[in-house]
């Protein structure tokens, strides 16, 4: 019980952690004008 509420707890937050350091590296790039396609990370909307 407690196991598997940690696993998706963890998930949880690593995907926040990801999506807001995709987002704060949007806006450094867009603050200092450079701004080159994205490759291929764009997992899921």
Same mark, same amino acid.
């Given at each position: 019980?407690?196991? &598997?509420? &940690?696993l998706?707890? &963890?998930e !949880?937050?690593a995907?926040?952690? !990801?999506? =807001?350091? !995709?987002?704060r590296k949007?806006?450094?790039r867009a603050?200092?004008?450079? =701004?080159p +396609?994205? +490759?291929k990370e764009d997992?899921?909307?």
């Amino acid at each position: 019980m407690g196991k &598997e509420t &940690e696993l998706t707890r &963890e998930e !949880r937050l690593a995907a926040k952690l !990801r999506e =807001n350091l !995709r987002r704060r590296k949007q806006q450094a790039r867009a603050l200092t004008g450079d =701004n080159p +396609p994205l +490759p291929k990370e764009d997992g899921s909307s």
